[in-house]
């Protein structure tokens, strides 16, 4: 019985990240065809169809902050493509009772469910956010978990602060 619970469990795991990867970069690869400048799912003015590389600006004109849902961004935003900067834009702390915001990257889907911060890299301190922002390039076509970690990841563990993209190769022309 037991392990047929932990069978059933780790299907549902990867079956919601396979989920999530897909949704994260949802609009790709809609055209029919072959893709080209022409016949580019998001018209001519797609950034991809004559740029390297593009930066996104984490959440838009939110920044990031909490009470965001930054996996509803990503879904909306992508699909990102390895050479892409992630710009994470925040506020400094202060002593007027504003809430700190730092960025880790987290090692695997296990540690960004859990928001399990104990093996997870911390990327960005509280103060780079401000001004232009801490970047990140997405230099692999690999999976990345982002996360604040600040006040014990509390800010990642209420589902908001905390999104995963999955970097495409780009396609040439």
Known sequence: MALANAQSFLFLVVFSFMFVLSMANFNYGRGQGKLNKTNCPYGNNHPNATQTSNKFNVGGSENWRYG??????ARKSGPFFVNDTLVFKY?????????PH???LLPNYWSFIK?????A????NP????GEGFEFVLKKS????FACGEHGGIHCNNGTM???VMPLKRWTF
């Open 68 to 73: 965001f849902d930054y996996m509803d961004w």
């Open 91 to 99: 506020d400094a702390p202060n002593a007027n009772g504003g809430f």
């Open 102 to 104: 730092s960025v880790y």
């Open 115 to 119: 928001c399990d911060l104990r093996r």
């Open 121 to 124: 890299k911390r990327i960005a």
């Open 127 to 130: 103060n780079q956010g401000v």
């Open 142 to 145: 690999q999976p990345y978990f």
């Open 162 to 164: 905390k999104f995963v």
